[in-house]
């Protein structure tokens, strides 16, 4: 197609190209769209079109079933997918890059996601709690401000509370991360993904 052509021309000196794997949850049509994407070649290989409504069962069995026929030396994307466990289990298919707004969508309303668990910081329950978010982390918000204090810039409604809430959470998720690559490093994966998911319930 000129017009695929035309475009990887283009972008050949400036930047990476992916080509989306579209096909909703219909298995003969997600291998199509990848076969003639492959055909064309690209710098990597994106699965768009999912966690748009779908059941999770359907969403995780094209997970799983699109990843082991994408090249393996060409960087695997998963677009839109930001829930933790999703991830988890995108990874352990063979999936390598994600985004989303997640961390940043629920910072913004005030849910955080710490090395205990997810917690809502409007909770009546962090009213005096002069504690840190998350004594394992080690981000600004959690090395300088309480529990108290975030729940109460967030009831105030406070810029300063999404913007601290958003370093955490976006801490969180990329911390998150380097911890998953020294666990597949570690050939410790499995358990790192029943810890995960045990938490995250």
């Known amino acids: 197609d000129k017009n695929h052509e035309s475009c990887i021309m283009h972008h050949a000196s400036t930047q990476s190209l992916f ?17 003639e994407l492959i055909e ?20 995780h069995e094209i997970i799983n079933f699109i990843a082991p026929l994408m090249p393996e030396d060409k960087p695997r994307y998963l677009m839109g997918i930001g829930d933790l466990k999703d ?5 352990e298919a063979g999936f390598d890059m994600f985004d989303c707004v997640m961390p940043t969508r ?3 309303n005030g849910t955080l996601f710490t090395s ?15 504690s840190p978010l998350d004594e394992n982390c080690g981000c600004y918000a959690c090395r300088n401000f309480s529990k108290a ?25 990329i911390d998150f991360f380097r ?23």
Do not use: C
């Not at 699965?47 to 999770?56: A, D, I, M, R």
């Not at 958003?166 to 998720?173: D, Q, S």
């Open 149 to 173: 204090y975030l729940r109460h810039l967030f009831l105030a409604k406070e810029i300063l509370s999404m913007r601290l809430n958003t370093i955490h959470n976006l801490y969180f998720y």
């Open 116 to 130: 205990s668990g997810r917690i809502s910081i409007k909770r009546t329950e962090y009213k005096a709690d002069n």
């Open 179 to 201: 911890k998953m690559r020294d666990a597949i490093k570690g050939k410790k994966f499995r358990e790192f993904r029943e810890k995960w998911e045990t938490l995250l319930q």
């Open 19 to 35: 080509g989306i794997i579209q096909g909703g949850i219909y298995k003969d049509l997600r291998k199509r769209s990848l076969e």
């Open 106 to 108: 629920n910072a913004r």
């Open 40 to 59: 064309i070649g690209f710098d990597g290989y994106a699965t768009g079109g999912l966690s748009v409504g779908e059941p999770k069962g359907e969403m």
């Open 87 to 91: 991830m988890l289990i995108a990874v």
